[in-house]
């Protein structure tokens, strides 16, 4: 037992580390004529399947959020998650802002079980870690909170 879990951190070392799509956050929209919104249900694998379409996200820290989220992690997460790449549960949290952008963050966060049945990245995370992330009821604040957060875990000051 302790042997497959070894190799599940290897695993998920590998995977972290792997992903090459750092510039994924960057990417620009295409400029569309019309203004009316995409009503094409197909699935956007960058956002994610949720609430949130476009969050805000300063260039520097919001320290408040950040200290709020820091509270939700130690009550709702941190059983689940470590702050370092090393996999407890779930993924360990360190670069993961490198690796999603915030939107696909906060509606995994939000909801889990969509993703985890129509999101590509969410079911490789699946089949390393065995367990599907419960729904943790946050609000929308808490997820906001919860993200920068983690942007303070990976360094944003
Ligand atoms: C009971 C354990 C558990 C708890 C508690 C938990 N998670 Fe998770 N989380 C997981 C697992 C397991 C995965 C990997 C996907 C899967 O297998 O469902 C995951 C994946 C994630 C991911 C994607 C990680 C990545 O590297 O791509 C995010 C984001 C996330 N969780 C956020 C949260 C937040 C925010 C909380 C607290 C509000 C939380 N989780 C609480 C188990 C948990």
Redesign the pocket.
């Known amino acids: 037992m302790k042997k497959l879990l070894v190799l599940c951190i290897i695993a998920l070392g590998i995977a972290a580390c792997g992903g090459g799509d750092k510039d994924d956050k960057k990417e620009t929209t295409t400029p569309t004529s019309s203004t009316e919104e995409n009503e094409n249900p197909s699935y956007d694998p960058k956002r994610g399947a949720g609430k949130f379409t476009k969050v805000d996200v300063s260039p520097t820290l919001e320290v408040a959020k950040a200290d709020a989220g820091e509270k939700?992690y130690s009550v709702?997460?941190g059983?689940?998650?470590k702050l370092t790449q090393e996999k407890l549960?779930?993924?360990g949290w360190k670069n993961?802002t490198g690796?999603?952008t915030a939107e696909w963050?906060m509606n995994?966060?939000t909801n889990?079980d969509e993703m985890?049945n129509k999101d590509p990245?969410?079911q490789a995370?699946?089949e390393i870690?065995l367990?599907?992330?419960?729904n943790?009821n946050?609000s929308d604040d808490d997820a906001r909170n919860?993200y920068e957060f983690m942007r303070k875990n990976d360094g944003v000051k």
Do not use: D, E
């Open positions: 939700v709702k997460c059983a689940c998650h549960v779930g993924p993961i690796r999603h963050i995994f966060a889990p985890l990245k969410a995370m699946l870690c367990v599907r992330m419960p943790q946050l919860v």
